[in-house]
């Protein structure tokens, strides 16, 4: 295999580590101190920091005013970005905005990617179920509503955010269901909601937050950052607004799953580099315990740990990015990426806090941050156990050899 990255993309990840150089990991209160959300906010400041390098627009076309990369520079941004737990919704916003472009309508494009591109709007995703074990799109029900055209055509319904009145034609979706545990459900200007038509199809409606019909309910996660349980009741979206694509949600899906494991590598990196740190200064019998045989062991298999989330997460990214073919399906590299980032993420922090011993407890220092934001991407778009049982369905549907 060759993982050797572009000039364009290396330029990306470059430009990343100047903006996230003076990143601070613990900017906001300790979620070990905190009894609700760390921040009412993300940090928009490091957004504008990110609009401004472009970093933003990414995935986006010339036309919108985007560089024109790939997942796999995405994934290198990511990557430099969760080693400073930096606080930013960037996979929610270009997972979401690379999928509209991929997938959606001229109208929806023209309004949304370009400002999305340059850090004026903020868009997330709806992408973990009701409960977050069960697949996102069976979460929402979608049925189509064609008679609001022809009502609002004779100036009697009302708009609902799908079209100006007389209108005729301009049919609408309407939404019922719950999302749980939504990234920046608070925060962002758009969701993009996953959900299951009558006929067994998964469409994806860009839904407004504060949209009528939609409801919102606040979650904290375990690194204290705000989440929201997103309740549609009856909403209404535009036709417009609604992708119908086959295979929409489940691009953006996996799309989103990478991107987790780049953060998952980018954070167990950096703690790897924490302990190394640690373990060469603190000392006991008079050396440092760095030099003793079973810290140095422990050292070793994390450092394995990680080259295998790597490389499993350039395969995947690799995959979305070119189409290849395989002997699996594209999900399949994706699932194998998500398990060894899963378990090795977990491996790396437990270790790091075995190895700084009661240290690594402290809430002056920032390792048990990132044993909570660990904790996070771990099961974040479902664990290793639900990736494990997709790559048996799909070895049962392929079978190699």
Not at 109 to 134: F, M, P, Q, W
Request: glycine share 10%.
């Amino acid at each position: 295999m060759d993982f050797t990255f572009t000039e364009e993309q290396q330029a990306a990840a470059e430009a990343a580590r100047g903006v996230f150089a003076g990143v601070a990991p613990d900017a906001v209160p300790s979620p070990a101190l905190t009894r609700g959300a760390v921040s009412d906010d993300f940090d928009r400041a490091l957004w504008a920091r990110l609009a401004s390098a472009d970093l933003l627009s990414l995935l986006l076309d010339e036309e919108f005013g985007g560089a024109g990369l790939d997942a796999i520079a995405l994934c290198l941004v990511l990557r430099e970005a969760s080693k400073v737990l930096a606080r930013v919704p960037l996979l929610e916003n270009s997972a979401a905005v690379a999928a509209l472009q991929a997938y959606g309508g001229p109208e929806l494009k023209s309004s949304l990617l370009a400002r999305a591109g340059r850090g004026e709007i903020v868009l997330t995703v709806a992408a973990n179920g009701r409960t977050g074990h069960d697949p996102a799109e069976l979460a929402v029900t979608a049925r189509q509503d064609d008679t609001a055209g022809a009502t609002r055509a004779t100036g009697t319904g009302d708009e609902h955010g799908a079209g100006g009145p007389g209108e005729p034609g301009a049919g609408e979706w309407v939404l019922d269901g719950v999302q749980t545990v939504v990234p920046w459900a608070y925060d962002a200007d758009f969701v993009v909601v996953p959900a299951r038509t009558e006929d067994d199809r998964s469409v994806l409606a860009v839904v407004a937050r504060g949209h009528e019909g939609v409801v919102l309910a606040e979650q904290i996660s375990t690194t204290g950052e705000r989440l929201g349980e997103l309740r549609l009741e009856s909403a209404r979206v535009a036709d417009r607004n609604v992708i119908t694509a086959d295979g929409a949600w489940e691009w953006l899906r996996a799309l989103l799953t990478t991107g987790t494991c780049a953060q998952a590598l980018g954070l167990g990196e950096r703690v790897l580099a924490m302990t190394g740190e640690y373990a060469g200064k603190r000392e006991q019998f008079g050396h440092p315990i760095a030099t003793f045989q079973a810290v140095a062991m422990q050292a070793a298999d994390r450092y394995i740990d990680l080259r295998a989330m790597e490389v499993t997460l350039w395969q995947a990214a690799w995959r979305i990015t070119s189409g290849a073919p395989g002997a699996l399906p594209a999900s399949g590299d994706v699932a194998v990426a998500k398990i060894w980032a899963s378990e090795g993420v977990r491996r790396v922090v437990q270790t790091a806090q075995h190895l700084h011993g009661g240290f690594g407890a402290d809430v002056d220092y920032p390792l048990h941050r990132y044993h909570a934001w660990a904790k996070h991407l771990e099961l974040s778009l479902g664990p290793a156990a639900a990736h494990e049982e997709a790559l048996g369905d799909l070895l049962a549907a392929h079978p190699l050899g």
